[in-house]
């Protein structure tokens, strides 16, 4: 089956550095990504649709210059969390339309990302 | 998109039927109800989608009532593993899939 993966699963970093995380379609094209991000004990909520050759777009409220997409190719997009601090520490989980299957929103996910800011 | 709602946990015993109902009374006519899954600390599973009729596949069945207005996820014979939080959204083609609250389902031995 259709395939989402998702680098690092886990990252640590200092307050103020950036961060990149990648999610790549490892068996079919997607021109279409969705980036989600969780809190502990919360549900997802989703950030931004990605899609390939053309800008991100953003859910209110989620800062475009802060959480930077890119969607190059068919297979990978990709989420940069720009001077990160404490308060972006979340799992940030990517996931892809995959076609074919009747119904245009059946997603496959990744394994999330997990980002803690010191 | 229409709102759903979930009861917030449920428990069922290993191997047993477990039924989690979602009530989605503003649902329109071009809206399908999916189901996911999360199992902790991963991402979420896709389980199912139906639009008016019932659907079954290998791990579920899908039983949406004849006003469309609640439906019930199915999972026929409940194991350890199905210990997950399970979320029910209602979405047309091409929308974009909103997170609610969910369910967590316990499924004890």
């Known amino acids: 089956g259709a395939v989402v993966s998702q680098h690092p699963s886990r990252v640590i970093c200092k307050s103020g550095t950036s961060v990149k995380i990648e999610c790549r379609s490892l068996?079919?094209?997607?021109?279409?990504m969705f980036w989600y991000r969780q809190f502990p004990k919360q549900s997802l909520m989703l950030m931004a649709t990605?899609?390939?050759?053309?800008?991100?777009?953003?859910e209110q409220g989620v800062e475009k210059d802060k959480f930077l997409i890119n969607h190059a190719s068919l297979t990978l997009s990709t989420l940069t969390v720009t001077s990160a601090h404490p308060e972006d520490s979340s799992f940030y989980i990517c996931?892809?339309?995959?076609?074919?299957?009747?119904?245009?929103?059946?997603?496959?996910f990744g394994a999330g990302s997990r980002l803690t800011v010191l | 998109d229409a709102k759903t709602t979930q009861p917030p946990s449920m428990d069922c015993a290993e191997g047993r039927a477990a039924n989690l109902p979602c009530n989605h009374s503003?649902?329109?006519?071009?809206?399908?109800v999916y189901w996911y899954r999360q199992i902790h600390s991963q991402g979420p599973q896709y389980i199912i989608h139906?639009?008016?009729n019932n659907e079954t596949n290998e791990m579920a069945s899908l039983i949406i009532t004849e006003d469309r207005k609640s439906s019930t996820l199915i999972l026929p014979h409940a194991t350890l593993r199905d210990t997950a939080v399970y979320y029910c959204?209602?979405?047309?083609?091409?929308?974009?899939?909103?997170f609610g609250q969910g369910t967590e389902l316990s499924v004890k031995p």
């Open positions: 139906g639009l008016k």
């Open positions: 996931s892809a339309r995959t076609s074919g299957r009747s119904g245009a929103n059946v997603l496959t």
């Open positions: 959204i209602v979405t047309n083609q091409g929308g974009k899939l909103i």
């Open positions: 990605s899609n390939e050759g053309s800008k991100a777009t953003y």
């Open positions: 068996d079919f094209q997607a021109t279409t």
């Open positions: 503003t649902i329109s006519g071009n809206e399908y």
